[in-house]
């Protein structure tokens, strides 16, 4: 079963431009909620992360908002870089479980 | 600080036979876990530990084994290779217990069972 929804599944953005990807999770009970970025043949590195008692954590360009009623998270990448050009997945953890659950991932490409 | 280390990088199996994917680190952390990425499916959990002597279950741990006897390592074992197994295999440490801190990935293992 699915508990963290992540979408779109790929995203084309001009260079410049603003890059979004969101999730929503289903367990309350959630209290971390992570962001890692991958490259092609490497492992997925942290990129930002959050807990539930902020709305938005800004990391450079890149910004975390968080709504805890809605149950959603999303990532914004400011004025996109071809660098950017990665798969992008998100997490969320309980603490004391030892398990993330992660989306599905994005595939964003970054025009030049 | 090498960090993760996982190998082979590569490995073609044949249905039925078995084998031990590699995983160390070398940062002392107490928590390491094997996860599976397949296309459109994100990563899976496959099996934990969270020290020495300890290791649990995750979301997808059918034919697979694992075993903790060092910090260090976390091999994980396919007893009966088949093909569902193929994927690309990825081991992750962290620390402290019960905190917040990132994982830290290994650059993983791509396996093909034929």
């Known amino acids: 079963q699915q508990q963290v929804k992540q979408s779109p599944q790929s995203l084309i953005v001009q260079k410049g431009g603003i890059s979004i990807i969101n999730c929503a999770y289903e367990?309350?009970?959630?209290?971390?909620f992570p962001w890692y970025q991958q490259f092609p043949g490497k492992g997925p590195a942290l990129l930002i992360a959050i807990r539930p008692d902020v709305s938005e954590k800004k990391e450079g360009r890149f910004t975390i908002s968080f709504n805890k009623s809605a149950k959603q998270f999303s990532l914004h990448i400011m004025d996109s870089q071809p660098g950017d050009s990665a798969t992008y997945f998100c997490?969320?953890?309980?603490?004391?479980?030892?398990?993330?659950?992660f989306g599905t991932g994005t595939r964003l490409k970054v025009l030049a | 600080n090498a960090g993760v280390t996982q190998t082979p990088k590569f490995q073609v199996l044949k249905t039925g036979q078995s084998m031990t994917l590699q995983c160390a680190q070398d940062?002392?952390?107490?928590?390491m876990s094997w996860y599976r990425q397949d296309p459109g499916m994100g990563l899976r959990l496959i099996h934990y530990s969270v020290g020495a002597g300890i290791t649990d279950q995750g979301e997808v741990p059918n034919g697979y084994n694992v075993s903790r006897s060092t910090t260090e390592d976390f091999p994980l074992r396919l007893l009966s290779a088949a093909p569902s197994q193929t994927s690309v295999y990825f081991c992750?440490?962290?620390?402290?217990?019960?905190?917040?801190?990132?994982?830290?990935f290994g650059p993983g293992t791509r396996l093909t069972v034929l």
């Open positions: 997490a969320a953890d309980t603490s004391g479980t030892y398990k993330y659950i």
């Open positions: 992750a440490s962290r620390s402290p217990l019960g905190g917040y801190n990132e994982q830290f």
């Open positions: 367990n309350t009970a959630f209290d971390y």
């Open positions: 940062m002392n952390h107490e928590y």
